[in-house]
Structure formats: C-alpha cells, structure tokens
T-cell receptor, first 115, second 108 residues
Framework: GAGVSQTPSNKVTEKGKYVELRCDPI?????LYWYRQSLGQGPEFLIY????????DSGLPNDRFFAVRPEGSVSTLKIQRTERGDSAVYLC?????????????FGPGTRLTVL | ELKVEQNPLFLSMQEGKNYTIYCNYS?????LYWYRQDPGKSLESLFV?????AVKQEGRLMASLDTKARLSTLHITAAVHDLSATYFC????????FGTGTSLTVIP
C-alpha cells in the first residue's frame, strides 16, 4: 500500500516569504506527526495531531510555525516570515494507534532552503 | 527534558566484524524504536521494543531493551557494506525523542 507522502520534495524560498508543506498520511492512520531534521541531527518533534486536533504542539519553535489537519487526513505545515535558520528537512510521520505502542511511519521529507 | 544519547556518533568498521551501538535515555519509558536512515532518504523502521528485556533480531542486526538501565543496544554481527547508514534510536513518550544518531560506515 501507499506510504506517507510529502510535497514538495524540495522547496527553495527567500527570507521573509511564506511556505506551506503538505503531508498525506497512510490511509486509516489517525495520528500524524511533524518533525524537523537539521543536517547531522536526529529528527526534532514539532507537533502531533490526533484526528483533526493538535494533541501536542509543544515542539513548534515560535508563532511563525502553524499546522492544520482540517479533515483528519492531510496536514499542512505553514511557516510565515521564513528565516535562514528554518532551513532543514521537514519530516511527516503517521501511526495507526496513538495509544500504547506507536510505530511511526515516515515520509520522504521536504527539504526547505531559505536563502 | 528527556535526553537520548547514542554512542558512538561515528563508527567505521571492517566487513565481518561485530559491534554494538548504545542508546541511553534519561526518563522511564518501555517503548523504544530503532530506525535506519540512508543519505538523503527518510527513516526506515527497524525494530519496535515494547517491554523490558525485549530482544528483536533481523538478519545481522539485533536490538535489545533494558528499561531499568534506560538502555537499548543495537548489535551488528559480521557487518557487510550494505549496513552503512545512520541509525537512530527513538524513545516513545507519545511524541518521539530521537537520539543523536550513529553514522556507520562498513569498509570492505
């Protein structure tokens, strides 16, 4: 079956611009996660959705970052007034069962470059 | 804040040799995962460890979990070049806390 997909695969933008990154989770997975991975680092948690609601957004670095999942499936991560420090790979993951064990399946990521 | 530390960070080993990667974490959890990441690629799930004493094996890789010691190990047996990648452990506290990663290079 289809895995987690993310679009675009690469995004280059200028400092100060607005970007949207999209994630399509595995069909039927109720939990969806966003992570950010900087070069040479492990993924860092940003936000977790259970259904349509953000169950934990404690990893969002500041109010320039926002994510939505209006119908409980596709999610969009939105970054306003991008800064060069936002450059990273943004990974999305989904899982079937958010309670108990929680194997997360990752998408290929979106590489964001802010010039 | 939960800390997850892996060591070594970098590992270069010859084909045929054995080695162990360690993952230490700073709080109580009985759910730990190992992932593999190839350069420019996403994370591939390797092992799911859900209880103290859990041991899982797949090919030349074996993972174990000691929740009392807050330690997981990933043991490599008779390494081959195809195992070259970065390996991450992740502690499950609903969100995942990832380790720093171990970059493994297997030399022919």
């Amino acid at each position: 079956g289809a895995g987690v997909s993310q679009t675009p695969s690469n995004k280059v933008t200028e400092k100060g611009k607005y970007v949207e990154l999209r994630c399509d989770p595995i069909s039927g997975h109720t939990a969806l996660y966003w992570y950010r991975q900087s070069l040479g680092q492990g993924p860092e948690f940003l936000i977790y959705f259970q259904g349509t609601g953000a169950a934990d957004d404690s990893g969002l670095p500041n109010d320039r970052f926002f994510a939505v999942r209006p119908e409980g499936s596709v999610s969009t991560l939105k970054i306003q007034r991008t800064e060069r420090g936002d450059s990273a790979v943004y990974l999305c993951a989904s899982s079937l069962n958010p309670a108990g064990w929680n194997e997360q399946f990752f998408g290929p990521g979106t590489r964001l470059t802010v010039l | 804040e939960l800390k997850v530390e892996q060591n070594p960070l970098f590992l270069s080993m010859q084909e045929g040799k054995n080695y162990t990667i360690y993952c230490n974490y700073s709080t109580t959890s009985d759910r730990l995962y190992w992932y593999r990441q190839d350069p420019g690629k996403s994370l591939e799930s390797l092992f799911v460890l859900l209880s103290n004493g859990a041991v899982k094996q797949e090919g030349r890789l074996m993972a174990s979990l000691d929740t009392k010691a807050r330690l997981s190990t990933l043991h490599i047996t008779a390494a081959v070049h195809d195992l070259s990648a970065t390996y991450f452990c992740a502690v499950d506290m609903n969100q995942f806390y990832f380790g720093t990663g171990t970059s493994l290079t297997v030399i022919p």
